[in-house]
């Protein structure tokens, strides 16, 4: 674990922290950089009328279910799968509602999206510097059923994994120029330098498997940077899942048949862990 940690070349960027970075690591920001990426209008990726719109009042809300019926408010700022609340006209009612009142309350607005069938989960994590954006890799997430975070894929098998969507590497490719391009537009390499993720998703969509390039934009680095920094320790482990939780759902996973190994210290104080679980 020294060992990777000494590999981190960068300065954390929460170190100094600006305004400016605040609006670039919030969704409504992730919305203009797929908006970009959409106009382009590649038949693999949603639709451009599915890029997620900034609400700061709830009157459109009726309205909305005329034009499809199944929504998801998300926070403005947050993390990991939190801060969302799915919306369906079977469910928008007092408790939907009064969250969405009071993220509009504290953040401002709320940015409302499809919900969409989601098939695959994935990033694409790159490296930016004052000059550059460079992709360092494709990665490969876990959620659970309510769409959290879970942990990432050390190793994972990424070509027949797409292949298995009837994407190829040439789109991959096309996929991580059209983010780099979109990213540098928005000027991320001037307000940013370090580890950089951008979550997306594979998804049907009226029948058809698409490709939604931009969920959320990550201004720091991530558990998949950390699970990419730890391949050279953990070579023939296909599958392997980096976690990060607290010491029971460690313990939880220890007493399963599962294999894992923690990578932090487990002493009697310890109330977080990170693991490989495989």
């Known amino acids: 674990f020294r060992s990777v940690k000494a590999s981190f070349s960068f300065q954390s960027p929460c170190s100094q922290w600006n305004e400016k970075l605040r609006d670039l690591s919030g969704r409504h920001s992730a919305a203009l950089v797929l908006e970009m990426i959409l106009q382009k209008e590649n038949p693999l990726y949603i639709a451009v009328s599915a890029v997620s719109k900034a609400i700061q009042s709830l009157d459109a809300f009726p309205d909305l279910f005329l034009q499809r019926e199944r929504w998801v408010l998300k ?70 059923d309510k769409g959290q975070f879970m942990g990432s894929y050390v190793y994972w098998d990424i070509d027949n994994t797409f292949k298995n969507f009837e994407i190829d590497n040439e789109q991959l490719h096309l996929l991580a120029q059209s983010l780099i391009e979109a990213l540098k537009a928005m000027e991320y390499q001037n307000y940013y330098e370090g ?11 009226n029948g058809k498997i698409l490709i939604h390039p931009c969920v959320v934009i990550n201004c720091r680095y991530t ?35 599962l294999f894992s190994m923690p990578i932090s210290p487990v002493k009697k104080s310890t109330q977080f862990v990170a693991w490989i679980e495989n």
Not at 124 to 143: E, G, M, W
Not at 195 to 205: F, Q, S, T, Y
Not at 232 to 241: I, S
Request: aromatic residues 14%; glycine residues 6%; proline residues 3%.
């Open 75 to 144: 926070s403005p700022w947050s993390s990991s799968g939190r801060g969302l609340m799915r919306l369906s006209p079977s469910f928008f009612d007092v408790t939907e509602k009064s969250w969405a009142h009071g993220v509009i309350k504290d953040q401002g607005f709320v940015m409302l999206e499809p919900w969409f069938e989601k098939l695959f989960d994935f990033s694409l994590l790159f490296s930016v510097t004052k000059t550059d954006i460079s992709l360092l890799c494709f990665s490969r997430f876990k959620t659970n």
């Open 195 to 205: 580890w950089l993720g951008v979550d997306a998703m594979i998804v049907r969509e």
């Open 223 to 257: 558990i998949g940077h950390l699970a990419f920094a730890l391949q050279p320790y953990c070579k023939n482990m296909l599958d392997a899942l980096l976690r990060v939780g607290s010491i029971d759902e460690y313990k939880a996973v220890e007493s399963s048949k």
